[in-house]
Nanobody, 125 residues
Framework: QVQLVESGGGSVQSGGSLRLSCAAS????????MAWFRQAPGKEREGVAG???????NYADFVKGRFTISQDNSENTLYLQMNSLSPEDTAMYYC???????????????????WGQGTQVTVSS
């Protein structure tokens, strides 16, 4: 089993920045993909960014150029640097881990078996 704990969410004004963190523990050696998802009220959960164990990344079009996903394998920690935030980015952000080495590319929730509890990001105009 893999446990994921997110942190770093909060409230920020439009144009601001936040950095999310996700601490992983347990059988992390089984996971080959990590990702961030988000879910806004009344909307389906959507993939934001994914990263493979080798550091390859994939981003949803709506965050390209604004968000950066990274990981520290020695610390088993996943990050999401979010810049130029807008009210449309308001959502609960979830960290996810998957066994498949291609899950980071597909960036669909069905490929990820482990999920954190989420951290709220609120962007005001």
């Amino acid at each position: 089993q893999v446990q994921l704990v997110e942190s770093g969410g909060g409230s920020v004004q439009s144009g601001g920045s936040l950095r999310l963190s996700c601490a992983a523990s347990g059988t992390t050696y089984n996971t080959n993909s990590m990702a961030w998802f988000r879910q806004a009220p009344g909307k389906e959960r959507e993939g934001v960014a994914g990263i493979g164990r080798d550091g390859k990344t994939n981003y949803a079009d709506f965050v390209k150029g604004r968000f950066t996903i990274s990981q520290d394998n020695s610390e088993n920690t996943l990050y999401l640097q979010m810049n130029s935030l807008s009210p449309e980015d308001t959502a609960m952000y979830y960290c996810a881990a998957g066994i498949s080495s291609l899950a980071w590319w597909f960036l669909h929730e069905s490929y990820f078996a482990y999920w954190g509890q989420g951290t709220q990001v609120t962007v005001s105009s």
